[in-house]
């Protein structure tokens, strides 16, 4: 695809949404941030919050009452590591407040957007993440879609 990595040299969480703030004015991370909204193309991939064996809780180790919050958030999956709700909009989580992360909208300026995902648990946040208008692309394998159709005309099993 011809792109470039550049790494972020700041948590993926702050402590604070004021921590949070800082680090983004840091000339080294908001340099790498601004190469991100001027880029052309995105690859991403989407995260099944809900599942056990989420990602997520590698990056944010919780606890079960932290994750309890999750579930009471109305969290559907995860893009940019951001939690967004079953309509692809934030959900209402603290840590989305402190994330060191494009914001969804800003994530939406990029003109093409390519999610890669695939398998029964990533069902609910793909089709969350294509409610919220967040993709141009999706690629999966066909039982995946298949499954993501069947629950986007409300047929899920």
């Known amino acids: 695809l011809g792109g470039r990595a550049y790494q972020i040299h700041a948590p993926l969480f702050a402590d604070s949404p004021a921590q949070r703030d800082m680090l983004m004015g ?9 190469k991100a909204r001027d880029a052309t193309l995105a690859v991403v991939g989407i995260g099944s919050i809900l599942a056990d064996d989420s990602s997520y809780y590698d990056l944010h180790p ?5 994750r309890l919050a ?4 109305g969290a559907a999956g995860e893009l940019l590591a951001h939690l967004i709700d079953g309509d692809g909009k934030l959900a209402d989580y603290s840590l989305n407040r402190s994330l060191v992360s494009l914001t969804l909208e800003e994530f939406k300026t990029i003109p093409q957007s390519i999610a890669v995902a695939s398998g029964a648990s990533k069902v609910v946040p793909i089709l969350s993440a294509m409610r919220g208008a967040h ?5 999966t394998d066909e039982t995946t879609g298949l499954k993501i ?9």
Do not use: W, Y
Not at 26 to 34: I, L, P, T, Y
Not at 62 to 66: E, H, L, R
């Open 149 to 157: 159709l069947e629950l986007a005309e409300g047929n899920a099993a």
């Open 26 to 34: 840091v000339r080294a991370v908001s340099d790498v941030f601004n």
């Open 70 to 73: 999750i579930e009471r958030s």
């Open 62 to 66: 919780s606890s079960s009452a932290d």
């Open 135 to 139: 993709l141009d692309t999706l690629v």
